[in-house]
């Protein structure tokens, strides 16, 4: 029987809270116990960009992590995400894995301070 993992996201997008909400819709349908912060507008960080709309989730899954990734990627796609927007600084949906089960990832992404600011608000700790 397989262990259930706990694990947090990173979503942006700089296209619009549409591709937000879209990537809530499809996150929930694919992970049934999965909590959304709210969004914060924020500057971009290494591109030139319009400003991003960022966020967190957290949710519990009994998927392996190469599954979970699958998964994010997928819903990225189906956001509109593309390698020919992402040359030209459009991000229509990112999402990133910070941690799943005990393993923290992403370490320049915990320093930033939207996340930090709905890590606090959503009551995740900031050590797995």
């Not at 990537?23 to 116990?33: E, G, I, Y």
């Not at 229509?92 to 005990?102: S, W």
């Not at 393993?103 to 992404?109: C, I, S």
Request: aromatic share 6%; proline share 4%; hydrophobic share 40%.
């Amino acid at each position: 029987m397989s262990t259930t993992r706990t694990f947090f996201l990173a979503l942006g997008t700089n296209v619009g809270n549409d591709r937000m909400g879209r990537a809530h819709v499809l996150l929930s349908r694919t992970f049934r116990r999965i909590s959304f912060s709210r969004t914060l507008p924020t500057e971009p960080i290494g591109i030139e960009s319009a400003p991003f709309l960022n966020g967190l989730a957290i949710a519990a899954t009994r998927l392996t992590k190469r599954q979970v990734r699958k998964k994010l990627k997928r819903a990225e796609r189906q956001c509109g995400n593309t390698r020919a927007l992402r040359r030209r600084n459009v991000v229509a949906m990112d999402i990133d894995l910070l941690v799943y089960g005990q393993e923290r990832l992403k370490a320049d992404d915990w320093n930033r301070h939207y996340i930090k600011q709905l890590m606090k608000e959503m009551n995740i700790p900031t050590t797995p």
